[in-house]
């Protein structure tokens, strides 16, 4: 009968180790986290870098509202991460938060974009972008830095009106691509940033390619010296 109790019992009290008990054992580096497990320990990632964040007049009293982020974990994302955006006037009066949620991808410089803020009759002096923490960071290799998808052929039409950015992207992988964010961001002689874009894509098949058009409705406040456009997926969406 003991032996009986006993053999019921060792399940209980050898129970193994998971990433959802509650403690740190096993090869955990905290608790529920680091080392077999998918979740991250915050000791193990570095929080992301906001290289900068501004509004850039669309028409008017309305502005889009850009920051532009690095993630130097090289092996490390973030499914959901909620921000905010915090807009001031030429006072440093808050004019007003925009909210939102991202993903963060692994080891790579992206951008995040909320469009149309009116800034009503007051003049937008500065614009601050904070990610709300904790995030909640999980291993990710960056395999879709891997993959040959390429830009080609950017073409900037400074009208004076309506200037036009325009684009090839090219899927030269084996995959077909699922929906994604395309990205233009014009600099000045300065490389300061002077105007930003984005539009999205369905799709894109493997061996093919599709144009991408960024228009402006007012014309641009420097010289456009050189122009970058990224492609950004969310490495969540793809199995490869």
Known sequence: MALVIFLILIPIIFKKPTCTDGKQNGTEAGVDCGGSCSRMCEAEVA?????????F???????????????????????????????????????????????????????????????????????SFEFKTPLGWVKKEPTLQTIPIRVSNIILDNNQNTPTLTAIINNDSIYNLPEFDVFAVIYDSDQNAINASKTHKEQLLRGKSLPVVFTWPEALTAFPATKDVMVLINPFSVSF
């Not at 929080?47 to 509004?55: F, G, Y």
């Not at 982020?69 to 925009?98: C, H, M, Q």
């Not at 080891?107 to 009759?121: H, K, T």
């Open 57 to 127: 007049p669309v028409t008017g009293s309305i502005y889009n509202l850009v920051a532009y982020i690095e993630n130097r974990n090289k092996n490390s994302a973030v499914f959901t991460a909620p921000y905010e955006f915090r807009i001031y006037d030429t006072d440093n009066k808050l004019l007003g938060r925009r909210e939102g949620k991202t993903f963060i991808p692994p080891n790579q410089q992206f951008v995040i974009l909320e469009s149309r803020f009116d800034a009503g009759q007051s003049q937008i002096k500065s614009v």
């Open 47 to 55: 929080d992301p870098v906001i290289l900068w964040s501004r509004a």
